[in-house]
């Protein structure tokens, strides 16, 4: 089956594990439709969430398994079996036994560890919170009072007090935070720094501020740990246990969260013997004494951290300084997120669906990547260029032309209207001149001569115009609203030098070379690829 062109490099980039792998924070709820193997390649199953997840890298974000015909399914299907002959073949070089890739999969194995062992078990039936609770956090915030104040943030108690005389002179406190604060958050909305608790607020301000009358400021500049202030009070408010009632949940969620955090880390301390060196931290910060990376920051039962390790593994700059509390801090962070992911596996954590799919999906990501690196080197030179783009001229062309008529508006209710009305004959003209909301394209009656791709109004506009052709499209998300679009023509750009399309004559190449191989690796590992023909034909079924 010959791969359409609009996809072929969603396809490639897809099967290189670039697209579509379940490593974000989503995770797809597998139930049995959802779970069901329609296809198997050696030891790896591809699952009706796996197909979903491929449709959407290469048709786009709206597109289903259920809205795509056999043929686009076929097309997804063939990258998810080809990303898995990829592995294969990475297996079989003993790629996957690369020392840089198994240091990578075990940091992605430890960070899912230490998520799922905080998230199931740390955090797992944590009490909510009473209305005790609730009232309690309400007293402690200040029963519901609230200062919104504005402040002029200064390097100096001079330049506080040159504010303070322009006040005094009849300044506008607004503009001159504007003009003169030096925190940058505020000072664009004229120091306003919006309602808050006595205790958001740094001491000496609120100390200052707290019995001012609404419409005052300080006489004398107030300090604190950013600086020097003029502050001047805009309004209070007292809030009812019911106004804060899901930010005072909130927050004895994340205290119980806090406070298991701490008792699963002080278990850890105990069962894993955990001991700090603080004369090694100490040596580092007075440079007294000789250094060695072997010199231990930490040990515990089988383990050990030492200076060599901590540095090659913080992920702050400047860590060695002479604050001894901030490396112990450093030091200690990494060693309970080793021994976090260590007992996770203790307690067999990583049996877990959401932790076995992301493993394997990286696995494969950069099994695939090392594999067609490996097959695909040296890079092609200009002599190689120059034949495919020769023999492939008539392929390289500025962005095929798309015309289109549309109307944009903010209700997929009126948009669905619309087109409904579209439908029936009414003229698109007329309904673009009354509703769309793009004003440039109201003045042409909805006529769109050239949509792009690439551009954040026009891409998913164009993206589905090459799919589906000339003729009304139904309803669109796109950025700014919903789009009701008639594609009124479609027609390939102008041919391109050497020079203007190098950059897509190598993605060309790399896709060729991609095909390839793929052709090849399903070949020789035909009698490992099976298929469920029912199954991938069922989301179509369920369509009809």
């Not at 106004?243 to 278990?267: K, T, Y």
């Not at 090694?280 to 383990?303: C, H, I, K, M």
């Not at 450093?330 to 992911?341: I, M, N, R, S």
């Amino acid at each position: 089956m010959k791969t359409p062109m609009y996809a072929r490099f969603a396809i490639c980039t897809f099967m290189l594990g670039l697209a579509g792998c379940s490593t974000g924070r989503q995770v797809a709820v597998m139930t049995p439709e959802t779970s069901a193997t329609i296809a198997r390649v050696g030891p790896y199953a591809v699952s009706a969430v796996d197909l979903a997840q491929a449709v959407t890298a290469i048709f786009g974000a709206e597109a289903k398994p259920a809205l795509l015909d056999s043929a686009d399914l076929r097309v997804a299907l063939d990258a998810l079996i080809g990303a898995r002959v990829l592995v294969l073949e990475a297996e079989r070089s003993g790629l996957d036994k690369d020392p840089g890739i198994v240091a990578r999969l075990d940091s992605v194995r430890a960070v899912k560890l230490r998520e799922a062992i905080y998230e199931h078990v740390v955090y797992a039936d944590l009490p909510a919170a009473s209305p005790q609770d609730v009232a309690s956090l309400y007293a402690e915030w200040g029963s519901g009072e609230q200062v919104r104040a504005g402040h002029i943030l200064l390097r100096s108690a001079e330049e506080a007090g040159q504010v303070l005389q322009l006040l005094a002179e009849g300044a506008d406190f607004t503009g001159l935070a504007r003009e003169r604060s030096q925190h940058t958050e505020s000072s664009t909305q004229g120091g306003d720094m919006g309602y808050l608790r006595r205790s958001q607020y740094p001491e000496a301000i609120a100390n200052a501020i707290w019995a001012m009358p609404v419409g005052h400021y300080t006489r004398a500049p107030v300090r604190s740990f950013m600086g020097w202030h003029v502050v001047r009070v805009l309004d209070r408010r007292r809030l009812t246990v019911a106004d804060q009632q899901i930010a005072l949940e909130a927050e004895f969620a994340r205290r119980q969260r806090q406070q298991a955090a701490a008792r699963f880390v002080e278990s850890l301390r105990q069962s894993y013997a955990v001991i700090y060196y603080p004369e090694t931290a100490e040596a580092v910060a007075s440079l007294s004494d000789t250094l060695s990376g072997q010199r231990q920051l930490f040990t515990w039962r089988d383990g050990s951290l030492d200076l060599a390790g901590f540095l090659q593994r913080v992920q702050v700059p400047d860590p060695v300084s002479e604050d001894t509390a901030r490396m112990h801090r450093l030091a200690e962070g990494l060693v309970f997120d080793e021994l976090a992911a260590r007992e996770a596996a203790v307690q067999g954590l990583e049996a877990m669906p959401e932790v076995r799919r992301v493993i394997q999906a990286k696995r494969f990501q950069w099994l695939g990547e090392a594999m067609f690196a490996a097959a695909t080197t040296p890079e092609p030179g200009t002599d190689e260029l120059l034949a495919f783009f020769a023999e492939h001229q008539e392929g390289f062309r500025a962005h095929t032309v798309v015309t289109v008529r549309e109307i944009l508006v903010d209700s997929p209710v009126l948009a669905d209207s619309l087109y409904q009305q579209a439908m029936a004959g009414q003229s698109m003209e007329e309904l673009a001149r009354r509703h769309t909301v793009r004003s440039d394209l109201r003045k042409t009656d909805g006529f769109w001569p050239d949509v792009r791709p690439g551009d954040p109004r026009s891409g998913r506009i164009y993206e589905a115009a090459l799919r589906h052709g000339p003729g009304l499209h139904p309803p669109l998300r796109v950025n700014g609203g919903y789009s009701v679009f008639e594609v009124l023509d479609v027609h390939p750009g102008k041919s391109l030098t050497f020079a203007e399309a190098e950059p897509s004559v190598r993605r060309s190449l790399d896709d060729f070379r991609m095909e390839s191989l793929m052709g090849r690796l399903r070949q020789e590992f035909s009698g490992q690829i099976s298929i469920d023909h029912g199954g991938l034909r069922r989301p179509v079924e369920d369509r009809q």
